[in-house]
């Protein structure tokens, strides 16, 4: 299980992200979105594609381009399309399930 965290509040929590270059990639649909808000900021990896980011909000405290994604990323990444990922001081735990 991955969980997303910042300042005391998980933004997003999974047991299916998929890991590139180190970073978890949360599904869609395990975003809190009402803490997040639309950037206009635009990133290209070469290998990826071009990555969109979000702002994140939590209270008072606004956290700019803390989130991205590839809406359209190039096909050797095609398994993170709409994924979102964090930086900027937002935490990724990730507790290790170990079956008996």
């Known amino acids: 299980m991955a969980r997303a965290m910042w300042k005391g509040v998980t933004l997003a929590e999974s047991d299916a992200t998929r890991v590139v270059e180190g970073n978890h990639y949360f599904p869609p649909d395990a975003v809190q979105w009402d803490y997040f808000t639309d950037s206009e900021k635009q990133t290209t990896c070469p290998w990826k594609g071009t990555a969109s980011y979000y702002d994140v909000q939590v209270g008072d405290e606004h956290n700019r381009d803390a989130a991205w994604y590839y809406p359209d ?28």
């Open 73 to 100: 990323p190039q096909q050797a990444t095609a398994e993170i399309t709409g994924y979102i990922a964090f930086w900027r001081g937002v935490q990724v735990q990730v507790q290790v399930q170990v079956q008996a």
